[in-house]
């Protein structure tokens, strides 16, 4: 059925499937009973949390959603992006216009190229370190899982560092 507004939509529906998170403007349209199956963001968003729990409304994230082999194909794709636009925001913040320390990811003739540190070798990880490495950065990865460390470096014909992820090593 075609309906006329987003109102209706809202107020009809059992199951309301979006892409992104609710915004504060549509949280009035939220109801008891409702299913909504959208990117839901919690940890990072008190706010809609709390409305969601006030409302009654079940909540299912697409982040959540797991195959029976431990993957999480919805999340996947939201990490390979997340892990390409660091490098781009970090170089962005760099620039002395923008208050940085006016680095340049690859360095010019005679200056050093910006040390990056990915911490997690995940699918962010992975994507922000090709990405910093296409810059031109100097890349270190810290994990927990050595494997994954392992495996960087193979991917990477061994132009990024790796180290054991700790307080330590964060910390140098």
């Known amino acids: 059925k075609i309906v006329e507004s987003a109102d209706e939509v809202w107020g009809t529906a059992e199951m309301v499937l979006k892409v992104k998170e609710p915004i504060a403007e549509e949280y009035h349209r939220m109801r008891e009973g409702l299913?909504?199956?959208?990117?839901?963001?919690?940890?990072?968003?008190?706010?809609?949390?709390?409305?969601?729990?006030?409302r009654r409304v079940t909540g299912i994230a697409y982040e959540t959603v797991q195959l029976a082999s431990g993957g999480l194909p919805l999340l996947y794709p939201m990490s390979e992006v997340a892990g390409c636009l660091a490098p781009q925001v970090?170089?962005?913040?760099?620039?002395?216009a923008q208050g940085g320390r006016g680095v340049l990811m690859g360095?010019?003739?005679?200056?050093?190229?910006?040390?990056?540190?990915?911490?997690?070798?995940?699918?962010?990880?992975?994507?922000?370190?090709?990405?910093?490495?296409g810059m031109g950065a100097d890349v270190t990865l810290l994990d927990t899982d050595l494997d994954k460390l392992r495996m960087s470096f193979w991917r990477y014909d061994n132009r990024v560092h790796g180290l054991a992820s700790s307080a330590l090593a964060i910390r140098q």
Do not use: C, P, W
């Not at 299913?35 to 006030?54: C, G, M, P, S």
């Open 90 to 96: 970090g170089a962005h913040s760099l620039m002395k």
């Open 107 to 133: 360095g010019v003739g005679g200056v050093a190229n910006a040390k990056v540190v990915i911490i997690g070798a995940g699918v962010s990880g992975q994507n922000a370190a090709n990405i910093a490495l």
């Open 35 to 54: 299913v909504l199956f959208t990117y839901l963001h919690l940890a990072a968003d008190r706010a809609l949390t709390q409305e969601l729990v006030a």
